[in-house]
């Protein structure tokens, strides 16, 4: 072989490794820095675990039809607890949460599967009531403030009788990601997809469209936008890039809060508090259960694999500090805002006691523990579809 031949070689699986590596590295950086990011080398084109053909244009996530098992239908990314001999008049329970709550994303966990508290909750509800409708809004990483968007264009659509929200954990992005901090309601999915689609020079595609090295193209575009914002905290006029057929609009997120307007428990205490005022606005009850999450509270693992959870979580850390004492502090205010709303019930020590794993990892309950957490739910519930219709405010 020639030495041209063996330097061309040399060069191209040098490009190679250096594009590998390139990839790893900005798909690891963008996980610990909670940038958007996909599987390594080639995007998905979906982003759940099941075959998802369309894309939520006000939450950035893509939906579709999965295959389900037969007690429950997705339609619009909504999943539905009953089936066609259910009458219409029939009381509707729409249940809002993160993923613990989603009817699909955790359904390849064979401790999980389709089995979520809002699916228990809907067999309680057909054990005590001739019909019952119970419609799963829940959709994974919603925070309190994507609930309250979810709130006001599905489920003023619905009607339901009873909106229940079972969240508190993912309140902690706001420590991960402090564009999501500033910008509650808009969603990293969102970010990316609006991004995409509008050539932002901030936030945008910089390199050229295409499902190859998503992470790398990810990263580039968080560096950029770093490094413009922090330019432009020093005063230098933000950068404007040449014109050209890409540079179509520039991508906004709306005004930033700040100080305490970017508290997270703020956040969380008037997003629910603006959930109740809209759900009795049209003749609705409004819960909030403050979900359990591993490390908070007076649940002591005793279970092996519990315990194994327990110390990986232990470990974690990032720029906010330990994951642990993080949360500690996120629910101490919580669990302090939560007692002075007569609308919001404390579920964080709901696992006090128990012998069993509950957990099938840090942050989501494994089948026993969303029995549990049905259970624990639905009194509150009963006693709402018992008691008199609730009129609409004027």
């Known amino acids: ?47 759940h675990d099941c075959d998802l053909d369309g894309v939520d244009a006000l939450f950035g996530y893509e939906v579709g039809a999965c295959r389900t098992p037969d007690f429950l239908t997705l339609r619009e990314g909504l999943g539905f607890y009953y089936d066609g001999q259910t009458q219409a008049s ?52 919603f925070t309190s403030s994507q609930e309250l968007l979810a709130l006001v264009r599905d489920g003023t659509a ?32 969102q970010r990316a997809v609006t991004a995409e689609a509008c050539d932002d020079p901030g936030l945008g595609d910089v390199i050229a469209h ?40 520039h991508l906004t997120l709306g005004l930033a809060r700040e100080g305490d307007m970017a508290d997270p428990v703020k956040q969380w205490t008037q997003n629910v508090r603006s959930m109740e005022a809209l759900a009795r ?41 330990s994951y642990h004492e993080t949360i500690n502090a996120l629910y101490g205010d919580l669990r302090v805002a939560c007692r002075e709303l007569d609308f919001c019930v404390d579920l964080t020590d709901l696992f006090e006691g128990q012998s069993g794993p509950v957990y099938s990892d840090a942050r989501h309950p ?19 579809l018992k008691a008199p219709s609730v009129a609409a405010a004027p």
Request: glycine share 6%.
């Open 1 to 47: 072989m020639s030495e041209f031949k063996k330097t061309l070689l040399f060069t191209a699986f040098s490009l190679l490794f250096a594009v590998v590596a390139l990839e790893l590295v900005s798909f690891a950086v963008a996980e610990m820095k909670s940038f958007p990011n996909d599987r390594p080398f080639v995007a998905r084109t979906v982003t």
């Open 366 to 384: 494994n089948r026993s523990g969303n029995q549990l957490q049905a259970k624990a739910i639905w009194p509150e519930v009963e006693a709402i």
């Open 281 to 321: 606005a049209n003749g609705a009850r409004y819960l909030v259960f403050l979900q359990p999450t591993l490390g908070v509270g007076k649940y002591v693992p005793a279970d092996e694999g519990d315990l194994a959870l327990w110390d990986e979580m232990m470990k974690v850390r990032g720029e906010y500090g």
């Open 90 to 141: 029939a009381p509707t329970i729409l249940t809002l949460g993160g993923s613990t709550t989603d009817p699909v994303v955790m359904s390849k966990r064979s401790d999980i599967g389709f089995d979520t508290w809002p699916k228990y909750l809907a067999d309680r509800c057909r054990e005590g009531f001739e019909g019952c409708r119970v419609v799963n809004a829940g959709r994974a990483a």
């Open 158 to 189: 619905l009607a339901p009788k009873v909106v229940i929200s079972l969240n508190g954990i993912n309140e902690f992005y706001a420590f991960k990601d402090e564009i999501f901090r500033e910008h509650p309601y808009v969603t990293k999915q």
């Open 210 to 249: 295409s499902r190859f090295l998503p992470n790398t193209r990810s990263l580039v575009r968080a560096t950029q936008y770093k490094l413009q914002t922090m330019a432009e905290a020093k005063g230098a006029a933000p950068a404007t890039p040449a014109a050209g057929p890409k540079d179509r609009c």
